[in-house]
């Protein structure tokens, strides 16, 4: 099983729709959670931090539900720039000397208008 | 000023070749990777050095060998290539030694990337 799991999509919404994203993850020990964006032939970028009581960055909101291991993206009100791959990102190991970020292979969102 | 750079940004090169890709960050972070981004798009760590020491070395071929000069630099070498090293080769940085940095922040940031095609 992949330490990090998301449904690769594509996920094709017109401009205004709310869309969602989902992840997994398969090590219970894991302490903390991102989500990344990449855009086509560029370097991934941290969108945001996932927290245990969920969290919102404007029309972004992130939730974690540790006892599924699962984890989630909702974007509401999408819009013609949100258009990118959804990476959602797992460290395993945040208090040892030599962690790293885990990806999954990521999540194609496009939006049309 | 670009935060992470990374050159060449394109290499095209026969089997059998070797080749280096250099790295560098201007930041001020202690820790530097290395991520193999393949055709199927999926990230993954290849190498990880904090203040020149090598801290994560995942299982890759023997042909890759990092070197880290220092903190601010990160090189990839890769001998005798193969055309399943096609892939783009991504640099990044984190504050902290990938400890408090990653996680506090979870903030890598990376390179625009360098990708490579063996022929």
């Known amino acids: 099983r992949k330490e990090v799991e998301q449904d690769p999509g594509p996920f094709n919404v017109p401009e205004g729709a709310t869309v969602a994203f989902n992840c997994t993850y398969s090590n219970s020990a894991s302490q903390s959670f991102f989500w990344y964006r990449q855009d086509c032939r560029k370097e991934p970028k941290l969108l945001m931090s996932?927290?245990?009581s969920g969290n919102e960055d404007g029309r972004f909101t992130a939730q974690l539900n540790r006892a599924s291991q699962y984890i989630s993206l909702l974007i509401r009100d999408s819009k013609l720039s949100d258009s990118a791959t959804y990476l959602c990102?797992?460290?395993?190991?945040?208090?040892?000397?030599?962690?790293?970020?885990?990806f999954g292979k990521g999540t194609t969102l496009s939006v049309s208008s | 000023d670009t935060a992470v750079s990374q050159t060449p940004k394109y290499l095209v090169t026969q089997m059998g070749n070797d080749k280096s890709i250099k790295c560098e960050q201007n930041?001020?972070?202690?820790?530097m990777y290395w991520y193999k981004q393949d055709s199927k798009k999926f990230l993954k760590i290849m190498f990880s050095y904090n203040n020149k020491e090598l801290i994560i070395n995942e299982t890759v071929p023997n042909r890759f060998s990092p070197k880290s000069p220092d903190k601010a630099h990160l090189n990839l070498h890769i001998n005798s290539l193969e055309l399943g090293d096609s892939a783009v080769y991504f640099c990044?940085?984190?504050?902290?030694?990938?400890?408090?940095?990653?996680?506090?922040?979870?903030?890598?940031?990376f390179g625009e990337g360098s990708r490579l095609t063996v022929l």
């Open positions: 990044a940085s984190s504050q902290a030694g990938g400890l408090a940095g990653l996680r506090n922040t979870g903030e890598l940031f």
């Open positions: 930041l001020g972070h202690d820790t």
């Open positions: 996932v927290y245990s």
């Open positions: 990102v797992v460290n395993n190991t945040p208090h040892q000397a030599g962690t790293a970020l885990i």
